[in-house]
């Protein structure tokens, strides 16, 4: 069985008020997304691939999806229709 | 004085809820963590609801919980990843209150009195409380609201799992009293046993009892009780951040080969030292009790404990203690088959203590920077890149890592 739970690589910036924001991420099928803007970050966790992180809504291609920063250095997203 | 606003606060199953989180396949299947089921034995910590419908208790063997519930699925614990939750958990309690008194990892009492005009009331403060966990967290809390801790305790044990119960001054004599006597805090077996002698079977018969009688069966206890039956509990809830929400941090190992002597012995009880040393600084805490076991190749095993000088979580410090402890109570007439250290009684890093005149401050300050400095080493290369010279007298012994195999024991709850 498939995990719903991916890890991707994300290219992120460290501004210098203290934030962490991400800039792009690579899919696991290797395409890479920008991401076009970010509209709400918050604690939250996802049941759908089972974890728990601040959660970035991420706009990409025009289309709202959650990144998670798990805090150990690692991002991850839910697979689509999971 | 008006009544005082404080809400019991219980993570529903907690080990188990934490594991279904990370674990989405088994959700609505019977889980229970605990024990180690390569290993085949350990009991059941936290069983999930499904399980506990088929009757699968905390405490369990796990033999006993598969009898009961063939389809179960055990997963070992992860006591970092619930001391993770159970921090995020005070987090967002800190959102309405500085004073939270933690009970376990999974439990803590707040008070909740001076957010109330700020805030809503304490059901309004629950339910945002319950909201947040659940979308933040992932798992789910039963609340109580009451105007004290005994009965906010009974209100989170009320109504599981994800609820919130209210037991209010006018409530508490529809709600509580009908309750068994054994449900109120304190009420253990021995106790239970002695009011049931008296024909005391519920929480209402216990605060119409008179005094007299509580007092010449149980002391002084019976005179807390009826108080606690009555709502008369002014304990505060206390701003206790200097206990650890653990008891111990333990590490034991039996070893490829019977250890002969003390250079094996001390290789041994040095690498149990570093694992356990080092998950003490990973979690923030400090130890104020050494204890070390042992067991022979007859299977003939003991502990011992002491106190030590200064609550630590330096290696070394930990290591020479347990080393020394078994020194003085082995006598080698037979070869060791297993050996392990516990660091017990924690304190957090808050915790504050007398310096002592004889102990030199500057040494200890280095070796807590040297242990810091080892740490980081581990972490980006891995535990062996960086070894004692001790390690390298026989490597047989010291391979005995360690850090995966560690043992972290719950709070008990009468403590």
């Known amino acids: ?82 | 004085m008006s009544d005082r606003t404080i809400l019991h606060s219980d993570c529903n199953s907690f080990y188990a809820s934490v594991e279904l989180l990370h674990h989405p396949e088994l959700r609505g299947k019977p889980i229970a963590v605990g024990g180690d089921s390569e290993k085949r034995h350990g009991i059941v910590l936290t069983a999930d609801y499904t399980a506990k419908k088929f009757g699968v208790k905390t405490g369990m063997a796990l033999w006993q919980a598969r009898q009961v519930c063939p389809e179960i699925t055990f997963l070992p614990p992860r006591m970092d990843h619930y001391l993770r939750f159970s921090r995020m958990a005070q987090e967002i309690y800190a959102d309405y209150t500085d004073l939270s008194e933690p009970f376990g990892c999974d439990e803590s009492w707040l008070d909740v009195t001076d957010s109330v005009s700020i805030k809503g009331d304490g059901l309004r403060i629950a339910a945002e409380i319950s909201n947040s966990v659940k979308s933040e967290l992932g798992i789910t809390v039963s609340i109580g609201v009451s105007f004290n801790k005994i009965f906010a305790k009974l209100g989170s044990d009320y109504k599981k799992p994800d609820a919130i119960t209210t037991i209010y001054r006018d409530e508490y004599k529809d709600k509580v009293w009908k309750l068994p006597v054994k449900d109120l805090l304190y009420v253990g077996r021995s106790a239970n046993a002695k009011l049931t002698k008296l024909g005391i079977g519920t929480i209402g018969e216990l605060a119409r009892t008179d005094t007299r009688i509580l007092e010449g069966h149980l002391g002084k206890m019976g005179l807390i009780l009826w108080s606690f039956a009555n709502g008369q509990d002014d304990s505060p809830v206390k701003v206790e951040n200097t206990h650890a929400p653990i008891k111990s941090i333990g590490n034991s190992t039996t070893t490829p080969k019977d250890l002969e002597n003390d250079e094996e012995v001390k290789i041994v009880l040095y690498t149990l030292a570093e694992s356990v040393a080092a998950r003490l600084r990973e979690n923030g805490f400090r130890c104020q009790v050494v204890e070390i076991s042992v067991r022979d190749n007859e299977l003939l095993s003991f502990t011992r404990q002491r106190k030590i000088r200064s609550a630590s979580n330096i290696t070394k410090e930990i290591a020479e203690e347990a080393f020394r402890l078994f020194k003085e109570n082995y006598n080698w007439r037979k070869p060791i088959r297993s050996i392990g250290i516990r660091g017990a009684d924690l304190v957090t890093d808050n915790f504050w203590e007398q310096l002592d005149l004889f102990q030199n401050i500057e040494v200890r300050e280095k070796q807590k920077k040297m242990d810091t400095a080892v740490d980081e080493v581990r972490r980006r290369f891995g535990f062996y890149s960086i070894q004692r010279g001790l390690m390298f007298q026989d490597r047989a012994l010291s391979a005995v890592n360690a850090k995966e195999d560690h043992k972290v024991h719950p709070l008990a709850y009468f403590g």
Do not use: H
């Open chain 1, 1 to 82: 069985m498939t995990s719903n739970k991916i890890y991707v690589d994300v290219i992120a910036e460290f501004t210098k008020d203290g934030r962490l924001l991400p800039i792009s991420l690579k899919w696991d099928d290797g395409r890479t997304f920008e991401i076009q803007r970010v509209t709400d970050i918050r604690r939250a966790a996802s049941l759908k691939a089972g974890g728990v992180g601040t959660r970035y809504t991420c706009i990409i291609c025009a289309q709202e999806k959650y990144l998670y920063y798990e805090g150990n250095s690692l991002w991850f997203m839910e697979r689509a229709g999971a």
